[in-house]
């Protein structure tokens, strides 16, 4: 696929995740993506294939949510087979906090599918209101 088909693809996934629906950007992971969430928290690891992707990151992530997950991309940038994409979370947790979150998410593309995932975020956010697995 093209760049710009690319850029297309996580533009339209990112307009549903900020309305709350992840499902169109859980469609565009590769069974065998890799996402790694860089850093020194609990979360910082890479997680291998989409089945850990979903049930070591996303589910319980997702567990310490009390309201759904709303991501809204800022910037979008595309070169060859990798787009990135600025964005900001919007969220309360089950403990009452906001968890407003700032990424960057520098994502691989290969047929169409995301195969690789690079996430950056505020750490200091993510310990202190996340904070242990």
């Known amino acids: 696929m093209s760049t710009n088909e690319n850029k297309k693809l996580i533009q339209v996934a990112f307009d549903a995740l900020s309305e709350g629906d992840a499902e ?3 469609g565009l992971l590769a069974d065998n993506v ?13 997680y291998q294939g ?4 979903m049930e070591d990151l996303l589910a319980p992530v997702f567990a310490k ?14 070169e060859d087979d990798i787009v990135v994409v600025e964005a900001r979370g919007d969220t309360t947790t089950t403990s009452g906090h906001r968890y407003d979150n700032t ?8 047929d169409g599918r995301i195969c690789e ?6 750490t200091d956010l993510v ?7």
């Open 24 to 26: 169109p950007f859980l």
């Open 103 to 110: 990424y960057c998410f520098v994502c691989r593309f290969d």
């Open 127 to 133: 310990r202190r209101v996340l904070g242990e697995r």
């Open 34 to 46: 890799s996402w790694t969430i860089h850093g020194s928290t609990a979360w910082s690891q890479t």
């Open 65 to 78: 949510f009390a309201t759904q997950l709303r991501i809204t991309a800022s910037r979008l940038v595309a």
């Open 50 to 53: 989409k089945a850990s992707v």
């Open 117 to 122: 995932i690079t996430e950056y975020m505020d």
